[in-house]
């Protein structure tokens, strides 16, 4: 005996059909965008950028500055360590120019007008270090058109932890409070301030000598995904994403680019504030690989694109699904970062 199915309703049909069409119409638009978006390279060809990567010593920065000398662009990389910044420089001459004897190039600490890759040292929190580092840039190749700020610092154990709470029903004790007040002044410090200062005293440079200008904030899965055990770097590093959202609103000279990867290979929980444990996979096993950040980074400042989610299926659709069934989320992260609630 056949069994019949039901007829559709037409509103179910409807309903199919504009959804479809929805699709369709995103999908277009994605993709004519790009071909809208004429490249930033018709308008400052590579040999011509000028690139300051702020927190340039190690990690993402690191790469990136290397990809830039690769490709030719004139190079600033800016950071704390003077041993690192001559290591950085030194690799950036070579990569520039293969022919360049190592002996040849000068100290990190040597500026010279018109110099293709020169370093900064500098602490991106301090207000006077800001202003030396924009002397520098106008001295030196008289503006910038590039900024990318990667500098920043991690978290990892839970906040009561943090305060010295360890079980349930316990009490903060005034030394956890004041502990709890330095470390998230330390987390605040690394992934807003700095980035506020870079972009307070780099914003008029660029706009008043680029023909193209463009910034670049790395900031992290974490500050649009929350996260347990990293509670002060999601909430720093998304008052530094919203900053700079609201400045792409401010200075609509200026092309914004914020880069929100999940997970990347490296040793950056080294930097945590509060020096805990790594509680998750491995980030050298399991995380992506810097030069393929490093790569879409430079992309997306070429072609202009606002966002920038690494992977984008796991962390734009985990963004979505987080407004839409945040519980199914909340576990996922409590698995990702072998979290389980004290009872």
């Known amino acids: 005996m056949l069994l019949s ?60 500055a290397q990809q830039y000398a690769k490709r030719g662009a004139r190079v600033c990389v800016v950071g704390r360590r003077a041993e690192l910044l ?50 520098l840039l106008r001295s030196v190749w008289g503006g910038v058109d590039t900024v990318i700020i990667c500098a920043g610092v991690s978290s990892l154990r839970p906040l009561l932890e943090v305060a010295g709470v360890e079980r349930p029903g316990e009490d903060v004790s005034l030394t956890g409070i004041r502990r709890i007040r330095e470390v998230s002044d330390a987390a605040m410090k690394g992934n807003f301030t700095g980035p506020l200062l870079s972009a307070v005293s780099l914003i008029p440079l660029l706009e008043s000598t680029s023909r193209s200008p463009s910034v670049a904030l790395i ?8 996260a347990p055990t990293r509670s002060l770097y999601c909430a720093s590093k998304a008052a530094s994403l919203i900053l700079f959202q609201s400045l792409a609103i401010e200075h609509p000279k200026i092309k914004f680019t914020n880069v929100m990867p999940a997970t990347v290979e490296g040793d950056f929980r080294a930097s945590a504030v509060d020096a ?9 096993k399991h995380g992506l690989k810097r030069d393929y ?28 699904f987080y407004w839409i069934v945040p519980s199914v989320i909340e576990v996922f992260s409590r698995k990702k970062y072998n979290f389980t609630p004290a009872t």
């Open 276 to 284: 805990g444990p790594v509680r998750e996979s491995s980030p050298n």
């Open 86 to 135: 001559a290591e950085v420089k030194t690799e950036c001459c070579i990569l520039r120019d293969p022919s360049i004897e190592r002996s040849s190039i000068l100290p990190a600490s040597h500026v010279a007008q018109n110099d293709a890759i020169f370093a900064v040292q500098a602490d991106l929190t301090a207000p006077e270090d800001a202003i030396h580092t924009v002397g």
């Open 219 to 226: 900031s992290s899965a974490a500050a649009i995904i929350p």
């Open 5 to 64: 199915t039901p007829p559709l309703s037409l509103s179910t049909l409807t309903a199919s059909k504009y959804s479809g069409l929805l699709i369709a119409l995103v999908v277009t638009v994605l993709a004519l965008r790009r071909r809208w978006n004429p490249k930033r390279l018709s308008v400052l060809p590579k040999h011509q950028e000028r690139v300051v990567i702020l927190g340039a010593t190690s990690g993402i920065g690191r790469v990136l």
């Open 293 to 320: 950040v490093a790569q879409r980074i430079i992309k997306a400042l070429d072609y202009g694109e606002k966002e920038v989610f690494l992977p984008w299926w796991f962390v734009r659709l985990g963004h979505l």
